[in-house]
């Protein structure tokens, strides 16, 4: 709920990711923890509906949402990205569309699990997005044990199960931007997030932009 640009943080991915193409719904999934209902009052003023469930239990909040909402794919992505890129999470789903359409499984297995993995992309950390068959989220689902412990466990980080032991297929960008943070987890995080969107043309979502205007936070 820390304002950039004059609006909630929440806000900025949220309209991010209702401008991905291809995308049929965004949901918000939150807790159903009563210091969250907040979110939930932002997300109706966005026109989104949100799932609500257990505080320590993202995965199933997820497979909740897929549920509900009669999901074939899911897109994850995180509420602590207010840069998140719409063009790179149509370029992930695409990737992951291509992989499941027209296959021949005898020589191309299909590839469930599609992201822009930012440890080994290149793309810099908060442009982060993963698209996962809703099939294979509920697989997650059963084979994360549910006892695992919370703290960086299965259950709290969603597709750790997926990235150890599933096929994955990971699009990498044109150049190496991943020394670049635009994720917020910390105050400095948010005076670098705010510091670029002073940059950013206002409706200018494209990832070029975001690295223009993260140069020319860095210059000034």
Known sequence: MKTIAG???????????????????????????????????????????????????????????????????????????PLLAPDVCTQVLDEFINDNTDTDEDVCPIVEFVSNDTCSSGFPDGTDVEVMSARLLKLADKMAPTHAPWTHGDREHVTSWMRRTQPQRVIASDEDWRHVKLSVDCDADLERVRLVFGFLRDGDMSFAATMAAWQLACAD
């Open 7 to 81: 609006k909630p943080m929440l806000s900025h991915v949220l309209r991010r990711a209702l401008s991905v193409r291809g995308v049929d719904e965004v949901v918000l999934a939150t807790t159903d923890s009563d210091r969250d209902t907040p979110l939930t009052w932002l997300a109706d003023d966005c026109g989104i509906p949100c799932v609500r469930g257990n505080e320590h239990d993202v995965l199933a909040r997820f497979v909740q949402a897929a549920t509900i909402f009669k999901a074939d794919v899911v897109m994850r992505i995180t509420g602590d990205c």
